[in-house]
């Protein structure tokens, strides 16, 4: 049975950090591409960050040089640090398992930046 189990999410002022992370388990995680995805009310949900199984990344030209992503194969988890938090950062933050195109999703956690 495959798990996503996301963790790190909270209020934070502007200009403050969160690292976020997903435990996996169920799955060969070092085979899998591992995404970030954020959604917010009323929104779609978006890609945040990606990090495929040679630690390839993409991110959205948003959180450029503001979020890393990172995995560790031997902890099945992967990560996103995300630094210098804006309100626009506010949202869902899910975590994404994908294998030749077939998802599998976390439950989400809240990120909310705000004074």
């Known amino acids: 049975q495959v798990q996503l189990v996301e963790s790190g999410g909270g209020l934070v002022q502007p200009g403050r950090s969160l690292k976020l992370s997903c435990a996996t388990s169920?799955?060969?995680?070092?085979?899998?591409?591992m995404g970030w995805y954020r959604q917010a009310p009323g929104k779609q949900r978006e890609l945040v960050a990606r990090i495929t199984r040679d630690n390839s990344t993409n991110y959205a030209d948003s959180v450029k040089g503001r979020f890393t992503i990172s995995r560790d194969n031997a902890k099945n988890t992967v990560y996103l640090q995300m630094n210098n938090l804006k309100p626009e950062d506010t949202a869902v933050y899910y975590c994404?398992?994908?294998?030749?195109?077939?998802?599998?999703w976390g439950q989400g956690t809240q990120v909310t930046v705000s004074s």
């Open positions: 994404q398992a994908d294998f030749l195109g077939v998802g599998s």
């Open positions: 169920g799955i060969t995680f070092s085979i899998y591409v």
